[in-house]
Nanobody, 116 residues
Framework: QVHLVESGGGLVQAGGSLRLSCAAS????????IGWYRQAPGTQRDLVAS???????NYADSVKGRFTISRDNAENTVYLQMNSLKPEDTAVYYC??????????WGQGTQVTVSS
């Protein structure tokens, strides 16, 4: 079991940057794969980036080269550095954790709004 809390969202102009944080409870944080999802109004929730326990990363094509996911196991935190933000990045961003095939634990989400 892991409890996740996101922070760092806000309003930013196009071209700007934000860093999201996902803080997790529990001493076994390091064994979870962590994913960042986002959901805009009227759309499905999509995986943006993920990081494995060993540090392997994956990104959606739409964010490659602009977003970077990283983890600090000592701090039980995963970060999503978002650069060169675009209005289409506007969404609620969620972090999620999994040990197997599915993401079973979710945070409450943080709003990111990018103005043009």
């Amino acid at each position: 079991q892991v409890h996740l809390v996101e922070s760092g969202g806000g309003l930013v102009q196009a071209g700007g940057s934000l860093r999201l944080s996902c803080a997790a409870s529990g001493s076994t944080f390091r064994i979870y794969t962590i994913g960042w999802y986002r959901q805009a109004p009227g759309t499905q929730r999509d995986l943006v980036a993920s990081i494995s326990p060993g540090g392997s990363t994956n990104y959606a094509d739409s964010v490659k080269g602009r977003f970077t996911i990283s983890r600090d196991n000592a701090e039980n935190t995963v970060y999503l550095q978002m650069n060169s933000l675009k209005p289409e990045d506007t969404a609620v961003y969620y972090c999620a954790a999994k040990r197997g095939w599915t993401y079973d634990w979710w945070g409450q989400g943080t709003q990111v709004t990018v103005s043009s």
